[in-house]
Structures are given as structure tokens and as C-alpha cells.
């Protein structure tokens, strides 16, 4: 899809240069919601506030829905805040891509063997072969079986936001609770 080009002017209105129309909060949601790309820009400095403006864009869906983020996720975010910007972009892989990240990381460790001369280079393919997930490095081996495990891992991963929020809610209970 496209990239839309936002103007936001010191009146705070953001103006789509590509519709040629001005836009809210929401129209920007439903932009990047329909596979779009969004670029935000101030009109009279041309800094860049996409950042700034996605973030906006999540408060806003929050105010109106609720529930869209575990406060959870919230206040790990601004913990990690502290953190290098490696840390975080390194934990927020993690998060969303964990075997990617887990794969990376086995081959990362296992080229520092074969460099250090611990692994010879059979060894280091039969190693790489054995624990490596194959349809992580190689997805278009097995499409079908890649695609039924991505649903297994959407689900898998909404079930544990399930039950992190229901942990959540039953520690707020707690801490609301009078103490005896």
C-alpha cells in the first residue's frame, strides 16, 4: 500500500496531502488499519512527529475502546524506557517474534563457536540443522504447515493476553481488597 504524507499545523489539524483533506486521529487508524504506511510531518519545520502521532493515535483508541492494551504492556514499555534503544528494539522482538528472535540468536552464538575454531564447519551445519526451526528459516519450504503454525501461534498468543489481563484484574481486586 501507499505512504500517506500528513501535514500537522500549529492549529494542530493534520491535513492528508495524498486525499487532500484534513483528518483526525481516527482516519489515521483506519489508514494504517487498511495496510497503509503514514508519515507525519510539522508544516513549518518539517520534523517528523509520526512518532508523536501514533502514539496519540493509540491513546485516542484506548479512550474509546478501552481494554486495547494490558496495562501490563503499558508499564513495561515505560520501564524499558531507561533501556538502550537496542534493549528495547531487542525485547520488543522478542516479544512479537519469538522464534525469529530465538533462531537469530542460536546462529548468532553458534557462528561465535565456528570463528573461535570450538566447532568445525560439519559440525556447525549438523548444529544450525538440528536446532534451528526450518519453516522460521525457510518459510516457504512448507507454506501450509508454516500458515497452520502461525494460527496455532495467534491463538496460543491471544490465550496468554487472556490470561495475563485476568491475572491483572485479579491483582487489582486484591490490592483494592481490605486488608484483614
Given amino acids: 500500500m501507499a505512504e500517506i504524507q500528513i501535514k500537522r499545523y500549529n ?41 508523536m502521532i501514533l502514539a496519540q493515535v493509540i491513546v485516542d483508541q484506548e479512550r474509546r ?9 503499558l508499564t ?5 524506557g531507561e533501556m538502550r534503544l537496542e534493549d528495547l ?9 519469538p ?5 537469530r540468536h542460536i546462529r548468532l552464538r553458534l557462528e561465535r563457536l565456528r570463528a573461535r575454531g570450538d566447532l568445525s ?3 556447525f551445519e549438523r548444529w544450525l540443522i538440528s536446532l534451528l526451526d526450518p519453516e522460521i528459516e525457510n518459510p516457504e519450504a512448507r507454506p501450509e504447515k508454516a500458515s497452520l503454525a502461525s494460527e496455532k501461534n495467534n491463538a496460543e498468543i491471544d490465550h496468554l493476553w487472556r490470561e495475563l489481563e485476568a491475572l491483572e484484574r485479579a491483582v487489582d481486586a486484591l490490592a483494592r481488597s481490605p486488608k484483614a
Fill in 99 to 103: 522464534q525469529e528472535f530465538v533462531n
Fill in 121 to 123: 564447519e560439519e559440525e
Fill in 89 to 97: 528494539s531487542e525485547s520488543l522482538q522478542a516479544f512479537l517474534a
Fill in 11 to 51: 492549529n494542530r489539524k493534520l491535513y492528508d496531502t495524498v486525499n487532500r483533506c484534513y483528518v483526525t486521529l481516527e482516519d489515521i487508524a483506519d489508514y494504517i488499519a487498511n495496510g497503509n504506511s503514514v508519515r507525519v510531518v510539522d508544516h513549518e519545520s518539517g520534523q517528523d512527529l509520526t512518532t
Fill in 76 to 80: 513495561r514499555l515505560i520501564r524499558i
Fill in 65 to 73: 475502546l478501552g481494554g486495547l492494551i494490558p496495562r501490563a504492556l
